[in-house]
């Protein structure tokens, strides 16, 4: 069974850190790209970032460069987005989401090209 499980959410200071866990519970993505994207209220969503199926390149949207990091480790079927010194506008639901096929070296940044989703956790940053 395909899913993927968010977890780490929650209330965060402007400034502090916080680390997010997507869990592949099926193993099903071991082998493929996997990413992060977000949904403010009122906003469409958005790519956060993303890393290949080896976790040896990654992809970030420009509001997040420097501040967070995306990693995985295959044998815990985990991917990881640590958030540092997040800011107020960081304030959304963050969505794991991972692609159908396998082995690809390029890293989308649309989430059109995206087939699977969890089904989020909130992250409030609070100033």
């Known amino acids: 069974q395909v899913q993927l499980v968010e977890s780490g959410g929650g209330l965060v200071q402007a400034g502090g850190s916080l680390r997010l866990t997507c869990t592949d519970s099926?193993?099903?993505?071991?082998?493929?790209?996997m990413g992060w994207f977000r949904q403010a209220p009122g906003k469409e969503r958005e790519f956060v970032a993303a890393?290949?199926?080896?976790?040896?390149?990654?992809n970030y949207a420009d509001s997040v460069k420097g501040r967070f990091t995306i990693s995985r480790d295959n044998f815990q079927n985990t991917v990881y987005l640590q958030m540092n010194n997040p800011r107020v506008e960081d304030t959304a639901v963050y969505y794991c989401?991972?692609?159908?096929?396998?082995?690809?070296?390029?890293?989308?940044?649309?989430?059109?090209?995206?087939?699977?989703w969890g089904q989020g956790t909130q992250v409030t940053v609070s100033s």
């Open positions: 890393v290949t199926w080896t976790g040896g390149s990654t």
């Open positions: 099926g193993r099903t993505f071991t082998r493929s790209v």
């Open positions: 989401a991972a692609q159908g096929r396998r082995y690809s070296t390029v890293i989308p940044a649309t989430s059109a090209d995206y087939d699977y």
